[in-house]
């Protein structure tokens, strides 16, 4: 299903103000939720996801209503663990196109924060197309293939600009292989993208291009460049 929204300004405030809601929503008095009493899990969960999120996206949201409907989704399917917390698990993954500015980075990383609110146990990576290559060429003393397994089965990977760096057959093959595995076992993927869907058969290849028509939802944002738009204004 590809869904066409237009960006819509964002809530923007204090990260305080975003954990005192989630308490607020889960039936918690956030006055009483002191220093002096630990934070419910959910909330530590988050806290220590925004320690990892670069600094732009702390107080992202994921409110657009298809990334809405994908955290639901994904939450549901949960799996109770031990401490009855739904844990990461089968399900499809989102695919968020668009022109430079618009928000998809912001909605990726929103949805991984809605999840965590939302009392997710979540193990996630993130990281650019750019950053993957680089952080998996070949070098010495470093073991490149442990490193595409760890990505490959992380439960939820955030994959941040496909498309966007310079291709090579090595490139698409190591591209190939991470969708590829995260395609046969059903795991839940973030895939931000500036090609029009049109063109990702072209850019990525056949291979890629028809597991990611497949495994994903689709979202594509319109609207001005949010960046170039701020600062004229």
Known sequence: MTTTLTHTPHRVGPLAERLGAILTARGIDPDAATAQE??????????LADARIPARYRIALGDHPQV??????????????????PGIAEGPS??????TGTGKTHH??????????AGVR?????????????RLRPRSGHDAERDLQALARCPLLLLDDLGAAKTSEWT???TYRLINHRYEHLRPTLITT????????????DRIASRLAEMTQRVILTGPDRRRHR???
Not at 70 to 80: D, L, Q, V
Request: overall charge negative.
């Open 94 to 99: 989102l695919l968020i196109a668009g022109p």
């Open 122 to 134: 979540l193990r996630w990576e993130a990281v650019t197309a750019a950053d993957l290559y680089a």
């Open 231 to 233: 600062t004229q204004t």
């Open 68 to 85: 809405t409907a994908w955290t639901e989704a994904i939450a549901a399917a949960g799996r109770p663990g031990p401490s009855g917390a």
């Open 38 to 47: 630990p934070p419910s899990e959910p909330v530590t969960a988050l806290e």
């Open 172 to 174: 698409e093959e190591l």
């Open 194 to 205: 500036n090609l029009p869907t049109a063109d990702l058969r072209t850019a990525l290849g």
């Open 108 to 117: 990726a990383y929103g949805a991984i924060r809605t999840l965590l609110a």
